[in-house]
Each structure stands twice: as structure tokens, then as C-alpha cells.
């Protein structure tokens, strides 16, 4: 294991949180939230001496890192992301327990947006802030931004194990043969869209603060609001933009590079592009129908259906009314749109709409085996045969995102909350989304659980939002023999 | 600059590592995506799978936008289609086309426009050519030539008996009786751009410039063997051994090769007709005594496996034969290379590889910019050549006023047929060439680089 390149990365990673904590530090600045203030100053602090000794420690790494190290790498610096990262919660004495702080940051960089608070209007500026721009940051990922601005001659050790292991999806390719030109590229597509849906916001004339907040949290697809009602208290046009973008940020960030390459048929053909569009319409069309009912007018059950579809497809995890109160047949699409989760390489978790592809794909040719053994029935995406080595991916992927829920579910059932209430639980933190069904839904908090159940459910998310391998690795012994 | 490399093979992944680490945008392109797997994982490239002579794989890799086409895939004739067709779709492309058949040499030279082709290469070819000044100057481990021929940069080796054994730089003047420069030394794998007062210690791979005409006053005063090579062995014949004794036809140097292969015995028999052939397997060591190794100065060892080959230069060497050149397909590993005894090496791929690394950065080049840029030391020293134009600064300035950058040092001013090796008084001036010597890589880029 190379351990200085390691420390190098981490004092990198390091030295961009801290400086992202300037703005949110200015922000409390200008409201004079003082306590605040000193939260984000001895933050800024820890970090630069943290970041000071590492950088002086490992001054001479120079060889590349290979796929363990890369992947060990990405799963500790998102580990030491958040530990630093909530030092600005329990310094400023509003999140004063530090484990309800390490959840809410953990929540908040791997765009889950699970909280522990009751009342998020009682924070201060500075913090709603830190805590939203978390999610724009881990949405795209911390090492993906470290790539696209790391100085020159230098990112020697950047390799693809690093993107690999940070972007979710089944198979990371590049956009364009330079690694920083790709991560670049990737930002540049992410702020754009960011500052356009501040824009319609401030067109419904929402605080720029509070649109600033929500669009980081729409971007992340994360899920933090600024209100204790999420979305709810917003106008129809503000839940309506939400929605939109919402699905958006969903959507694969390669498919808006062929955009811009004016390659529309290659867009518009994309399988999983397709899929996702099918299977949010038709959950729009299912819910809207079985919920009728509990509205009053047609265009409000639809801007419910619509919006509650959106949030939990992309698992952003906002939300506009309390879905816990519908019926059985819709909670349980919700359910299965929490497993399915966005599509890959766009910032949405879950399974990813292109591996539920490749999964029935695989069965279905299963199947065919089974009827006509001489059949020849391979699995095709986009019209290109996938190879084996991918759909062995898959099904591990599978097999490790089932034995993680079952494993995470028992350990928080010590807890003795109800049945749902864990399953959600877990399902809401593992898949990044945010609000589970019950004690968990919309309307509540996951302060109700142990410490312990917070740490799993922690791990949960960064294992969730890091597709399960980077974390799993840091437990497994080989991984530290010499 | 955009560059696509078809076939991922030995020679296109060597090119990736250097090309990419030199900032170029690569595409590789080959059929078996585990091998392109493997070199995207290690390198900043982006891969396509597919035949790399067809038109969509072609567009794909995004030959629309390419600058540079280097094919380098096993099959010359997919090579060639490949350029062909690149070419085709994009007028504007250059195109490098791998051709080892040498049935096909004249036709790739005549016929270059008709194919498209920018540069032909053939690793073989150059393999024998490397040799052939080798033969010619024996005692050089190798020789890299500068300035249309007026400077060199030879490398030798400080072994135990040698004259420059623990000798300090600035008192090779008096050894060597002669002007020359140490312009890079490798010791244990690493290089250095020395200074005067370094001092060499056996084992020590040593790159000196000098003037040709020098080469030979050199090797005397050195007491390294002045005599000329009269008879040479090859063991093997392969490509590069026809080419070879094609090359020393009318050098008055007697070639006898000796070959395992009955039918290619035949078919060298009839291309070659002042060799002398022997069917023989040359994995017996009496074999060699039989066809007469005795009485040669010179062997070289062409078979196709590698391990052979060094058995076989290292029997020559304890023999006593004077000059021995090895040919390698693959050298790893450098450095356990040179702790063996095996006279010259000599990798027909390295020698490729750094042809085509030449074209691309002459290609990137614009005004002030490198003639012709040579690796030397393992790849670790660059030698660059530099026209001085106009716009070059500190013309008519004494070498010893000027401030260069760390690690650069001017190894040669050659003017008019003359070549001079500086000193602090020496200075430069418009029409001449220079040849520079620096340990980064990719550093300069043009001649006024090299100042501080």
C-alpha cells in the first residue's frame, strides 16, 4: 500500500473542503451569526494543519496508485471529508452531539439528505449552507473536481481507478481522452445546469439564499431543505421547476455532452435514457390514478405524483406533501423507485436504472437458455453485445447491495422500530434518498435512532453513494496486509 | 494534438506511456478490449474496440479531429488499409504505418502519396542499420548522430580495464587527447548531466559528444580495439539479419549466417549471394566452434528468442570476441540488462518507438524548433538538435555569461562542416546547429527554452 500518495490525495481533498468552507463562512459573516463563525474558523483551521503535515509528510509520492489503492483512497477520503466536515456543526454548538453531526454531513455529501433535525429553520445561514453545498459537492464527487483543477505535471497519479471508483455506474468511461478535460467537462455541464435552476427559482421568486440552497440540494440530487415542510410551503411553479430538474440532474451527464456534440440520435436512442423516461412516466401515470382521490383538483394530484416520483427516482428526497399518508399500491411504486435510483453517471444513487437493464436483460436470456440450450442469446446494450465481464459485475454488485441491506436492516432492528420503518430506513440511507415510509417518512427524522444505528446507517450511505466497493474494501483484511 | 494509435500491441502501449506523459490526447484502438482494459487503466488514453481499418471503428476514435494516425497492429497490410483509409476520410491527417515485410519497402517509399502514408517505418530495418555503424565503428556501444552527420553521441562503458575508470570529467581532455563532452552518464539506472568534477566509477554507461571525425582518435587513445571488423557471425536469419548483410554488402566486412530453417537458408542463399550460409542450430555450442567463430571479430545474435540470444552473446563475449551486438524484442527491464555482459544492445521496437516519438514532436514543432530530438540513457536523457535562427537570444555571448536552465547543457555547436564541442569561451551564432542535452523530458520545446 502506498501510503504517501494517499496522504497526498487526502491533504488535496483536504485543502479544497477548506477552501469551500470560506464562502459559508462569509455568509455567517454577513448575518453575524457569530457562533457560527467560530464553528467555520476552527473547521478552516483543523483542516490546514491537518492538511499542513500530511502535505509535509508525503512530499515525495510520486508513483501512480493501482485499483486497491485507488479505491481504498477514494473510500478513507470521503470518510475523512465528512469527519472534518462536520467540525462547523458541533463547533457552533448547533448540531452539539458529534455522531448527529457526522450523519447529517455524511447525509449531506453523499446527497442522501436524511436529517437528525426536527427543526431546520432554528440553523443559521452559515450552516444551511455548508450543509446544501455538501450535496453540489458530493453529488459530482470531491476527487472528480480534484481532477479537473489539480495543477499540471502532477496528476501523474490520477488515474482511471480514482474516477472509477468515485462515479456511479457499472461501466465509467471518458467523455474525451484526457482524464482532466473529461472531469472539466463534467463540471462545466453540472454548474451550468446548477446556475440555470437558480435562475427559474429567483423567476418564483424565492430568496437567493434559499434558492442558491435548493438548487445545490436539486443538483446533488441530495434532498436538504431549508424548510421544515421541504417543498411543501413552495408555490406550484417552484415545485413544478424542482421536479423538472430534479430529473434532470437524473439523467447520465454523458448524454448532455453528446448534446453539445449535436449527436441528438445517439441521445435519443440511449437505452437506459428511454428506460428512465418510461418508468417515470408510468409511475406519474399509476400513483397519479391511485391517489386521486385524496386531492382536490386533477393538476395538483399530478404536480404531487410528479414531484414525489421525481424526488425519489433521482433519490433526492424531497418532498411536497407527506407520502406516507398514501395508499399502500403507491407507496410501494415509491419503494421500488427507491431501489431502481437514476441513471449512472448522473449524480443519483440506487441500483441505476442501467444495471436493472442488464439484470433482466440477463435473465431474460437465462430463461431463453433454459427453453433452447443451443440457442445462441447474448445481452445487448444500446445494439453493442455487453460482455461477460460486465454482467458478472452486475450480479456481484446485486449479490453485495442485498447482503448489505439484509446486513444493515438486522443491525438496526436492535433499535425496535417497526418493520417498515427499518426497511425504509435502510433502503432511504443505502440508496441516498432521504426520507423513508413511517417514523422515517417525509415528514420526520432519523433522530430517533441509536448511535450505533446512525454509524451503520452512515456507512450505509457512503457505501451507497461510492457503489458499496470502496467502502466494503476498507473492512476487508487483505486489504491492509503488507 | 489528437493522436490515434491502432493496435495496442508492444510497440502502441509504449508509445501511449511516453505520448500521454508527454500531454498528447491518445486514442487507442485494437480488437481484444482486455488488452485496451489494461492500458486504459494505466494510462490517461481513451480506447475504442474494433478493427482498426475499418470506417466506423476509424470515426469512432475520432479521426475527424485527429492530427496523427500511427498504425503499429501485427499486419502490415492492416496498417497500410488503416492509413489508407484514415486518410481518406480525413485529408489532413498524418499517418505513420508500422511495415516489416520487406517485400513491400520500395512500394511503401514510391508509393506514399497513393497510400496516404506520412512515414513508413520499419523497426527491422532500422535494427540494421543501428548495427551496421556499430560494425563500422566497433567499440560503441552505440551511436546516435546529430547535424547531417557532424556530431555524435556515442555511448561506452567503463569496465574494469578501461582508461576512464575513476578519472574526473575535466581531466578527459588530457586522457582522450582530444575535445570531447560527457554530456550524460547513467549509474545504476539513473542518469545525471554531470559536472567537472564527477567522477567515473566502473560499470558506468557513459554518452560522450563528439566530432565525427574525432570518433576514431577517441577510440586509440582509449586503447579500446581500433581494429576493423573483418568477418561477423549471425546467429539467426531473420529480417533484420537480411537487412544487415544487405547494408555490409560492399563494406568488405564477410557476413556468414547461420540459420535452423532449411527453406529460409535456400531463400537468404538467393537474396544474399556474397554471404556465406550455414544450415545449423545454433542453440549447440559446437555448432558455433564448427562454423568457425574463432576466426571472427564481430558476432551478432539475431534468432528469435530472446534468451538465446543473450546465451548465446554471453558465449561470445568469454570467448573473446571483440564485438558483440544482441538483439532483444523486449527490454523491460534495463537495468538487469546492463549487469550482464552483452556487448551492444539493440531492441528493434525501442528503436521504433523512438522514431515515431521524433515525428510527433518535430510534428508539434513550429519555428526555433528541434531538428530532431534523440533519447539517450535508457530514455531518460533527451538530446535535442536546434537550429540557431534570428530570433535566438544571446547570440555572439560567451557560453560562461549565459545562465541555462538546471540540467540543460549545449553539447555541440557545429558550423559549416566544422564541429566544435564548447567551452566557457565559445559561443553561437546565426546558421549554426546546436545539440542540446537536458534530463526532463518534454521540457524545451523551442531553442530559447533552454535559457534561464
Not at chain 1, 417 to 436: D, R, W
Not at chain 1, 452 to 460: A, C, E, I, Q
Amino acid at each position: 500500500m502506498n501510503y504517501k500518495i494517499m496522504g497526498r490525495f487526502i491533504a488535496q481533498i483536504l485543502t479544497i473542503e477548506g477552501l469551500f468552507m470560506l464562502p459559508a463562512l462569509s455568509i455567517s459573516l454577513f448575518y453575524g451569526e457569530w457562533n457560527a463563525v467560530q464553528g467555520f474558523l476552527a473547521a478552516i483551521l483543523a483542516i490546514a494543519v491537518t492538511a499542513a503535515v500530511l502535505f509535509t509528510l508525503c512530499r515525495k509520492a510520486a508513483t501512480a496508485l493501482n485499483a486497491r489503492e485507488g479505491m481504498v483512497c477514494v473510500g478513507i477520503s470521503w470518510i475523512i471529508l465528512s469527519l472534518y466536515g462536520c467540525l462547523p456543526f458541533v463547533i457552533s454548538g448547533e448540531i452539539p452531539r458529534f455522531v448527529d453531526a457526522f450523519f447529517e454531513i455524511v447525509s449531506g455529501f453523499t446527497t442522501t439528505g436524511s436529517s437528525i433535525l426536527a427543526d431546520v429553520e432554528a440553523l443559521s445561514w452559515g450552516i444551511l449552507y455548508w450543509r446544501s453545498f455538501s450535496h453540489w459537492l458530493g453529488g459530482m464527487g470531491v476527487l472528480v473536481f480534484l481532477l479537473a483543477i489539480a495543477p499540471g505535471e502532477k496528476d501523474k497519479g490520477f488515474t482511471m481507478h480514482l474516477l472509477r471508483a468515485e462515479s456511479p455506474g457499472p461501466s465509467v468511461g471518458k467523455l474525451v481522452p484526457r482524464m482532466r478535460k473529461t472531469a472539466t467537462i463534467l463540471y462545466l455541464i453540472y454548474i451550468t445546469l446548477t446556475v440555470i435552476n437558480i435562475i427559474f427559482l429567483l423567476f418564483g421568486k424565492m430568496p437567493l439564499l434559499e434558492a442558491i440552497c435548493t438548487a445545490f440540494g436539486t443538483a446533488g440530487t441530495g434532498g436538504f431543505g431549508v424548510k421544515n415542510d421541504s417543498m411543501g410551503s413552495y408555490s406550484p411553479y417552484l415545485q413544478n421547476v424542482t421536479t423538472v430538474f430534479m430529473f434532470l440532474f437524473g439523467i447520465n451527464f454523458s448524454c448532455y455532452y453528446l448534446l453539445l456534440l449535436r449527436q441528438f440520435r445517439n441521445v435519443f436512442k440511449d437505452e437506459e435514457l428511454l428506460s428512465y423516461c418510461g418508468i417515470v412516466v408510468t409511475a406519474i401515470v399509476l400513483i397519479s390514478v391511485n391517489i386521486r382521490h385524496l386531492y382536490p383538483t386533477l393538476s395538483e394530484t399530478v404536480r404531487h405524483a410528479a414531484f414525489q416520483v421525481s424526488t425519489i427516482i433521482t433519490t433526492t428526497g424531497y418532498s411536497t406533501t407527506d407520502f406516507d399518508l398514501w395508499p399502500a399500491f403507491s407507496k410501494g411504486i415509491l419503494m421500488f423507485l427507491m431501489v431502481v435510483g437514476a441513471c449512472a453517471g448522473s449524480t443519483g444513487g440506487g441500483l441505476k436504472v442501467t444495471r436493472l437493464l442488464l439484470l433482466v436483460k440477463s435473465l431474460r436470456s437465462n430463461v431463453g437458455k433454459v427453453l433452447n440450450p443451443r440457442r445462441v442469446r447474448l445481452v445487448r446494450n444500446n445494439g453493442e453485445v455487453v460482455s461477460q465481464q460486465l454482467l458478472d459485475n452486475t450480479n456481484a454488485y446485486l449479490a453485495a447491495y442485498v447482503c448489505i441491506i439484509i446486513l444493515s436492516y438486522i443491525l438496526i432492528s436492535i433499535d425496535g422500530f417497526s418493520i417498515g420503518t427499518n426497511f425504509t430506513a435502510v433502503l432511504a440511507c443505502f440508496n441516498n434518498i432521504g426520507p423513508g415510509l413511517e417514523a422515517v417518512g417525509p415528514m420526520c427524522n432519523f433522530s430517533g435512532f441509536s448511535d450505533f444505528s446512525k454509524l451503520v446507517l452512515s456507512m450505509d450511505m457512503l457505501a451507497g453513494r461510492l457503489e458499496i466497493f470502496p467502502i466494503l474494501v476498507l473492512f476487508s483484511r487483505n486489504t491492509w496486509r503488507k | 494534438m489528437n493522436i490515434i494509435i491502432a493496435g495496442d500491441g508492444r510497440v502502441g502501449s509504449t508509445l501511449a506511456r511516453e505520448l500521454s506523459a508527454e500531454g498528447y490526447d491518445l486514442t487507442l484502438i485494437d480488437s481484444d478490449p482486455h488488452i485496451l482494459e489494461s492500458s486504459v487503466s494505466r494510462y490517461d488514453v481513451m480506447t475504442v474496440s474494433g478493427n482498426c481499418a475499418s470506417m466506423p471503428t476509424l470515426r469512432q476514435a475520432g479521426v475527424m479531429d485527429a492530427d496523427l494516425l500511427i498504425a503499429v497492429t501485427s499486419a502490415d497490410e492492416v496498417n497500410l488499409l488503416c492509413c489508407t483509409t484514415a486518410h481518406a476520410l480525413n485529408p489532413k491527417l498524418h499517418t505513420i504505418a508500422r511495415i516489416r515485410n520487406p517485400e513491400y519497402i520500395h512500394q511503401i517509399y514510391d508509393m506514399q502519396d497513393t497510400f496516404g502514408l506520412s512515414m513508413g517505418i520499419n523497426p527491422e530495418k532500422q535494427a540494421a542499420r543501428e548495427m551496421e555503424r556499430l560494425l563500422k565503428f566497433p567499440g560503441f556501444l552505440r551511436r546516435e548522430v546529430f547535424a547531417k552527420g557532424r556530431t555524435e553521441i556515442v555511448e561506452l562503458k567503463v569496465d574494469a580495464e578501461s582508461k576512464l575508470r575513476d578519472a574526473r570529467l575535466m581531466d578527459l581532455g588530457s586522457i582522450v587527447k582530444c575535445r570531447i563532452l560527457v554530456c550524460a552518464v547513467l549509474r545504476e539506472g539513473t542518469s545525471m548531466v554531470p559536472s567537472g568534477n564527477f567522477v567515473l566509477r566502473e560499470g558506468d554507461r557513459v554518452f560522450v559528444t563528439a566530432p565525427t571525425e574525432n570518433l576514431a582518435i577517441l577510440l586509440k587513445n582509449l586503447g579500446i580495439l581500433t581494429r576493423r571488423v573483418r568477418r561477423v557471425m549471425f546467429c539467426g536469419g531473420d529480417r533484420v539479419s537480411y537487412y544487415l548483410a544487405e547494408l555490409l554488402k560492399n563494406s568488405g566486412i564477410q557476413v556468414r549466417i547461420i540459420e535452423a530453417d532449411e527453406a529460409r537458408c535456400r531463400e537468404l542463399f538467393a537474396m544474399l549471394p556474397d554471404a556465406e550460409i550455414i544450415h545449423a542450430d545454433v542453440s549447440d555450442p559446437e555448432v558455433l566452434e564448427d562454423a568457425g567463430l574463432g576466426n571472427c571479430d564481430a558476432m551478432v545474435t539475431l534468432t528469435e528468442m530472446d534468451q538465446l540470444n543473450m546465451i548465446l552473446s554471453l558465449h561470445a563475449i568469454a570467448r573473446g570476441i571483440p564485438q558483440v551486438i544482441t538483439k532483444m524484442s523486449q527490454v523491460d527491464n534495463r537495468t538487469l540488462i546492463d549487469s550482464l555482459n552483452l556487448g551492444s544492445v539493440i531492441c528493434p521496437k525501442e528503436l521504433c518507438c523512438n522514431d515515431i516519438l521524433r515525428y510527433v514532436r518535430a510534428m508539434q514543432n513550429q519555428t526555433g524548433a528541434a531538428l530532431s530530438v534523440h533519447t539517450i540513457a535508457d530514455g531518460q536523457v533527451e538530446a535535442l538538435e536546434f537550429p540557431v535562427e534570428a530570433n535566438t537570444k544571446f547570440c555572439g555571448v560567451p557560453l560562461k555569461k549565459l545562465k541555462l536552465k538546471p540540467n540543460v547543457l549545449i553539447a555541440s555547436i557545429s558550423r559549416g562542416a566544422h564541429t566544435e564541442i564548447p567551452n566557457g569561451e565559445s559561443m553561437f551564432a546565426q546558421g549554426d546547429t546546436l545539440v542540446v542535452v537536458t534530463s526532463g523530458r518534454g521540457v524545451l520545446k523551442q531553442i530559447n527554452d533552454i535559457f534561464q
